[in-house]
C-alpha cells in the first residue's frame, strides 16, 4: 500500500491546527474561567475566613466584657451586701446600747425610788416608834421620856472608857468656845443641871456648856467639842431592829432561790422572828463628826 504523504501532510496540519483552534478558543477560556472560579472561591473562602475570625474576635471581646461586668456586678453586690450587714449591726449595737442605757436608768431609778421609799419608811417608822416609846413610858413611868433619855445619856457619860475619855477631856480644854449639847427636845433646867454636874464630875473641872435643840436627832441628845462628839440615840434600837429584820428576810429568801424548797418548822421561823425582833442596846457613841 502507497502512502500519501501529500494527505499525511495535510492531516498533520489539519490536526495542528485543530489543536491550536481548541487550545486557543476553547481550552484557555475555560482554564481563565476555572483559574477565575479559584480565584474568586479563594478570595470568598478568605473573606468568610477574616469574618469568621472577626466575628471571632467581637465574641471573644464580648464574652470578656461579660465576665468583667460579672465579676463588677458580683464586687458591688458583695460590697452592698457587706455594707448593709455593717449598717445592721451599727443600727443593732445603737439600739442594744440604747436598751442597756434605759434599763440602766430606769434600774437606777427604780433604786432611787426604793432608796427614797425605804428612807421615808425608816423615818416614819422612827416616829412612830419614838411617838409610841414616849406614849408608853409617859404612862407607865413618872419620869417623860426626855428625862430617861437625860438619865441614859448621863449614866453612858459616867461609865465612859479612858481613852474616849482622855479624848474629849483634851477636846474641852482646847476648845475656843463652850461645848454644845444638841437634843431633839428642849431641856427642862433641871435636866440641864443634872448634865452639867455629870460633866463636870466626869472630867474633873468646869466644862462650859451651851444647850440647843436640833429636831433631826429623833429622841436623841449629843455633846461636840472641838471635833469630839459624845452622842445617845434611841436610834441606836432601830438600827440593831433593821439590821436583824434585813438578816431575817435574807434568810427567808434563801429558800426561795432554790429549786426545791423546803418549808421550815413554824417553830423556827418564831424563833428567827424573835431574834431578829429583839434590838440590841445602844452604845454611846463617841466619834468626830
Do not use: C
Amino acid at each position: 500500500m502507497l502512502i500519501d504523504w501529500f494527505t499525511v501532510g495535510a492531516q498533520a496540519l489539519n490536526f495542528i491546527i485543530l489543536v491550536w483552534l481548541l487550545k486557543r478558543f476553547l481550552y484557555k477560556p475555560i482554564l481563565n474561567a476555572v483559574d477565575a472560579r479559584e480565584k474568586r472561591i479563594a478570595a470568598e473562602l478568605a473573606d468568610a475566613d477574616a469574618k469568621k475570625a472577626e466575628a471571632q474576635k467581637e465574641r471573644d471581646d464580648y464574652q470578656h466584657k461579660n465576665e468583667e461586668f460579672d465579676q463588677q456586678r458580683a464586687a458591688l453586690l458583695s460590697k452592698a451586701t457587706d455594707e448593709v450587714k455593717a449598717e445592721r449591726q451599727r443600727l443593732l449595737d445603737d439600739a442594744r446600747k440604747a436598751a442597756d442605757a434605759l434599763s440602766a436608768k430606769r434600774q437606777e431609778a427604780l433604786r432611787s425610788d426604793a432608796q427614797n421609799l425605804n428612807q421615808a419608811i425608816r423615818r416614819r417608822t422612827q416616829q412612830e416608834v419614838f411617838a409610841i416609846a414616849r406614849k408608853a413610858l409617859t404612862d407607865l413611868a413618872t419620869a417623860s421620856l426626855e428625862e430617861r433619855v437625860s438619865e441614859a445619856f448621863i449614866r453612858r457619860l459616867r461609865t465612859i472608857d479612858g481613852k474616849a475619855k482622855e479624848g474629849i477631856a483634851a477636846a474641852l480644854k482646847t476648845a475656843s468656845e463652850p461645848a454644845v449639847m444638841r437634843s431633839a427636845f428642849d431641856l427642862p433646867e433641871a435636866q440641864r443641871a443634872a448634865i452639867q454636874k455629870a460633866l463636870n464630875e466626869t472630867f474633873s473641872a468646869e466644862v462650859p456648856v451651851r444647850f440647843e435643840t436640833a429636831p433631826d436627832l429623833i429622841s436623841g441628845i449629843e455633846l461636840t467639842t472641838n471635833g469630839q462628839k459624845i452622842a445617845w440615840s434611841i436610834a441606836d434600837y432601830l438600827a440593831s431592829l433593821e439590821k436583824g429584820v434585813g438578816e431575817l428576810l435574807k434568810e427567808k429568801d434563801k429558800p426561795e432561790a432554790k429549786a426545791e424548797p423546803k418549808p421550815e418548822p413554824k417553830v423556827t421561823q418564831k424563833t428567827e422572828a424573835k431574834t431578829a425582833s429583839k434590838p440590841e442596846e445602844p452604845k454611846l457613841e463617841t466619834q468626830r463628826p
